[in-house]
T-cell receptor
Framework: GQNIDQPTEMTATEGAIVQINCTYQ??????LFWYQQHAGEAPTFLSY????GLEEKGRFSSFLSRSKGYSYLLLKELQMKDSASYLC???????????FGRGTSLIVHP | GAVVSQHPSWVICKSGTSVKIECRSL??????MFWYRQFPKQSLMLMAT?????????EQGVEKDKFLINHASLTLSTLTVTSAHPEDSSFYIC?????????????FGPGTRLTVT
């Protein structure tokens, strides 16, 4: 089975930087995803990491350390529209289907 | 990019009735589609994997006779919630994996909000 842990809620100020952590325990590893989900909407893909290191994509970056079972999503220059739930999802070694964490609700305030 | 649609976007039904939700891949063919359920402030829980032309694979704890899945074509999968009860009220989301998928491509539909009264 899998165990994926991320904080339930975070708050940050518009224009600031926020880091959302995700730790996982899996039997094997085959990739980690980050998704953004606004209330009442489907998740949208943000990033995919399968190798260690930092992947940067505009204001969003995602980091992975396989040896530590750890990832983070870094959001820079926060905007009000970034208020959403951020889901960490992990594929274990035997499946191409990711298992989702409970999500981190990010609230960006002025 | 790839687009997945769901219909209806929301539905209210009475307890004991059945509801069908459609999931369509609009601009690609999907050999595999997935059905998820999400309760408020909870994560997405995979219910079943739907493969075109074959029986769906259900996750542990999901009643296959209650949640009927049909994947009749490469662009359409349906989920029918039979004899719905208030506890089935949830957000149902499908996703589709392109036939020529890379290692991680999975595209989500906009979701269907089901309320059973």
């Amino acid at each position: 089975g899998q165990n994926i842990d991320q904080p339930t809620e975070m708050t940050a100020t518009e224009g600031a930087i926020v880091q959302i952590n995700c730790t996982y325990q899996t039997s094997g590893f085959n990739g980690l995803f980050w998704y953004q989900q606004h209330a009442g909407e489907a998740p949208t893909f943000l990033s995919y990491n399968v190798l260690d290191g930092l992947e940067e994509k505009g204001r969003f970056s995602s980091f992975l350390s396989r040896s530590k079972g750890y990832s983070y999503l870094l959001l820079k220059e926060l905007q009000m529209k970034d208020s959403a739930s951020y889901l960490c999802a992990v594929r274990d070694g035997g499946s191409y289907i990711p298992t989702f964490g409970r999500g981190t609700s990010l609230i960006v305030h002025p | 990019g790839a687009v997945v649609s769901q219909h209806p976007s929301w539905v209210i039904c009475k307890s004991g009735t059945s509801v069908k939700i459609e999931c369509r891949s609009l601009d690609f063919q999907a050999t595999t589609m997935f059905w998820y359920r999400q309760f408020p402030k909870q994560s997405l829980m995979l219910m079943a994997t739907s493969n075109e032309g074959s029986k769906a694979t259900y996750e542990q704890g999901v009643e296959k006779d209650k949640f009927l899945i049909n994947h009749a074509s490469l662009t359409l999968s349906t989920l029918t919630v039979t004899s719905a009860h208030p506890e089935d009220s949830s957000f149902y989301i499908c996703s589709a994996r392109p036939e020529t998928s890379g290692s991680y491509e999975q595209y989500f539909g906009p979701g269907t909000r089901l309320t059973v009264t």
